[in-house]
């Protein structure tokens, strides 16, 4: 799986957007990028993947360069509910694949 | 929308008991997981699980772990021997088996944990 970098910590203000970088230099041709978020003693939450293409849900959006060395993820209008670790894995679309969870990001939205 | 549950919220142990921590997967998934968090630490991958039996398992998952799906929703992990060292949040996951196209393998969703405390 690929190595993935990302700051340890970002604040955001309360309905701006909120950007989260990730690094992953070393990704494959076949290795997603997953984002998960784990707010404080809860379990990771999934909240979306990508392959090369730009993705969109409910949640957030997935913005990967085009060379595939790294991504953004952007929760649109940050809320206080979204004060959480945010984790960027990469993983090969293989059956039953491990996800690897590094450190992560802890994004703090400030009111 | 539907969830992956598990119980108890939170066990106590004393040292050299065992243990088995439930998990109910989403109904309509078929790849299981356990990961472990011991406190301050990163999510850590223990096993995966298919078509009833072991997929991948980490170092960690060592022969006093074991997994089983006794009955059509249940997903267990029971560590014969408790040691101080396995006081962790445990987590169980699951994912649907097929991939879908260009979004590949299906996301892993996780319940809220198991709080594993070994005395």
């Known amino acids: 799986d690929a190595k993935t970098t990302q700051p340890p910590s970002m604040d955001c203000a309360e309905g701006r957007a909120a950007n989260l970088p990730c690094n992953h230099s070393t990704i494959s041709g076949n290795e997603y990028v997953y984002w998960y978020r784990q707010i404080h003693s809860q379990g990771p939450q999934y909240i979306i993947h990508?392959?090369?293409n730009n993705e969109t849900n409910e949640m957030a959006s997935l913005i990967i360069t085009e060379d595939r060395k790294s991504s953004t993820l952007i929760l649109p209008h940050a809320t206080l509910r979204d004060t959480a670790v945010y984790y960027c894995i990469g993983a090969d679309s293989g059956s039953a694949r491990q996800l690897t969870f590094g450190s992560g990001t802890q994004l703090t939205v400030l009111p | 929308e539907p969830e992956v549950t598990q119980t108890p919220s939170h066990q106590v142990t004393q040292m050299g008991q065992e243990v088995i921590l439930r998990c109910v997967p989403i109904?309509?998934?078929?790849?299981f997981y356990w990961y472990r968090q011991i406190l301050g630490q990163k999510v850590e991958f223990l096993v995966s699980?298919?078509?009833?039996?072991?997929?991948?398992k980490s170092e960690i998952f060592d022969d006093q772990f074991s997994v089983e799906r006794p009955d059509g929703s249940n997903f267990t992990l029971k560590i014969r021997s408790t040691k101080l060292e396995d006081s962790a949040m445990y987590f169980c996951?699951?994912?649907?088996?097929?991939?879908?196209?260009?979004?590949?393998?299906?996301?892993?969703?996780f319940g809220d944990g198991t709080r594993l405390s070994i005395l």
């Open positions: 699980f298919y078509n009833n039996e072991i997929s991948e």
């Open positions: 109904s309509n998934h078929l790849y």
């Open positions: 990508g392959l090369k």
């Open positions: 996951a699951s994912s649907e088996a097929r991939s879908k196209g260009r979004y590949g393998n299906q996301p892993q969703h």
